[in-house]
């Protein structure tokens, strides 16, 4: 649909990717909740943008 788009919904695979992860360690963080994501069915999704402010406030946790 829109070629350069990029998802708003990423994947394991995805994630695992986007943050330079092993994909059991994204799936392992899921299931204790401590990534923000969902599931849809038996399929982990997560969005973009809210990895990105999970990402935000874990760096400024750690600079207090």
């Keep these: 649909m829109y070629p350069n788009a990029k998802p708003s919904l990423m994947t394991i695979d995805e994630l695992a990717k986007y943050l330079r992860m092993k994909k059991v360690t994204i799936y392992k ?4 909740g401590k990534l923000p994501g969902f599931k849809v069915g038996s399929a982990w999704r ?3 943008s809210t990895i990105d402010k999970w990402i ?3 760096e400024h946790s750690y600079a207090k």
Excluded: G, I, L, N
């Design 29 to 32: 963080h899921a299931q204790e």
């Design 56 to 58: 935000t406030d874990k």
């Design 46 to 48: 997560f969005k973009k």
